[in-house]
């Protein structure tokens, strides 16, 4: 009897976010390689509900955005294994025989929240841990401090590197705002733990270039943060700067096609995803040296070592300089993010759907 597998895939919900982008590629993924009739598993996708049957009809879907669903887990038929893409979800198996694959992206609440806060998620992790039967890291940096700050209790945590999925450059479209050129982009939800206010300082010193913030949470009524940089660009008369809310799929392509560099100043990333997708692009990836991104970004990126604008500057000067000269250097970058655009990601995980 085949094994009844159901994966996670509701932080489709917000597609703009990493999460959202990492579901899609496991949808895409499943479309183009599940085959129910040769498969050694029974396969159900866990989506909102306007995304069920987006993946195609050979395997078997079930709303997230239910209210049952939500708030009664015992509704859930019983699997065999459940995999969650990661570890913020607020669904998980209801029956104690359900093999559960846990992966972990970051443990970001240990810096952005404090108290009572920082408590519960901290306890809510540990009690995922201790249901898990398989737990998974998507960087060694996400693994050294999970092994650090919680208790394993002698399982083992493997790494497996998230899949990057390939942009195909032939789906490009300008954006309907105009784009001043040259220009650097960057890219990311708008939160304080972007880092994005440390461009501000930086593009004063290049106002032969302009600079693209684009994001989730840029137009937000409430958002703090968002609206603090819009006022330091309005109030300090930075007009290389612009701070725009999320562009669509084919947009962010042209971007990351025509920019001159990517900048990416984050100080909370268990993988990164950007840096990889701008280097597929044969661009420079200027980056920070925080969390993940060293590991990420390799001896392909060029990293600040800190946010003082006059040696950031230095940096980027530096690094366009060796870039653009040296011949070859982009597409020895193209090679290097294109290792994280095949399925050895989900290889990996097929093994772990075949032996636990």
Excluded at 36 to 57: C, D, M, Q, W
Excluded at 110 to 139: F, M, P, W
Excluded at 209 to 227: E, V, W
Excluded at 266 to 280: D, K, N, R, T, Y
């Amino acid at each position: 009897m085949k094994k009844r597998l159901l994966v996670d895939l509701s932080s489709l919900k917000n597609l703009y976010s990493g999460l959202g982008q990492i579901a899609l590629s496991y949808g895409y993924y499943f479309k183009d390689n599940y085959h129910a009739h040769t498969s050694l598993y029974e396969l159900t996708l866990l989506v909102p509900k306007r995304y069920i049957g987006a993946f195609g009809n050979k395997m078997k879907y079930i709303s997230s955005t239910n209210w049952f669903r939500k708030y009664c887990p015992y509704t859930f038929p019983k699997f065999d294994i459940w995999h969650s893409i990661h570890q913020l979800s607020r669904f998980g198996p209801f029956h104690s025989s359900t093999k559960l694959i846990l992966t972990i992206h970051d443990l970001n609440y240990l810096y952005e929240r404090t108290g009572n806060s920082k408590i519960r998620r901290h306890r809510r992790l540990q009690k995922k841990i201790d249901r898990a039967d398989e737990i998974v890291c998507i960087s060694e940096f996400t693994k050294r401090e999970v092994e650090r700050e919680l208790q394993l209790h002698d399982k083992e945590c493997k790494v497996i590197y998230n899949k990057v999925q390939l942009l195909d450059e032939r789906m490009a479209s300008r954006p309907a705002f105009d784009v001043i050129q040259p220009f650097f982009f960057t890219l990311g939800i708008i939160k304080r733990k972007k880092n994005f206010h440390v461009l501000l300082d930086l593009m004063k010193l290049i106002p032969e270039k302009h600079l693209y913030i684009i994001g989730s949470g840029a137009d937000k009524k409430h958002n703090t943060y968002a609206l603090n940089i819009k006022r330091r660009i309005r109030e300090e008369n930075i007009s290389n700067v612009t701070l725009h809310e999320a562009i669509s799929y084919e947009e962010k392509i042209w971007m990351y096609r025509n920019c001159e560099a990517f900048l990416f100043p984050s100080l909370l990333e268990g993988f990164g995803i950007p840096v990889i997708e701008a280097m597929q692009f044969g661009k420079p990836v200027f980056s920070s040296q925080q969390t993940s991104l060293k590991e990420i970004g390799s001896i392909y990126a060029y990293f600040w070592d800190n946010f003082e604008p006059e040696p950031m500057k230095q940096v980027i000067d530096r690094g366009l300089n060796d870039f653009y000269k040296t011949p070859g250097l982009a597409e020895v970058e193209k090679s290097y993010a294109e290792k994280f655009s095949g399925d050895q990601h989900f290889h990996d995980y097929e093994e772990i759907y075949r032996t636990i």
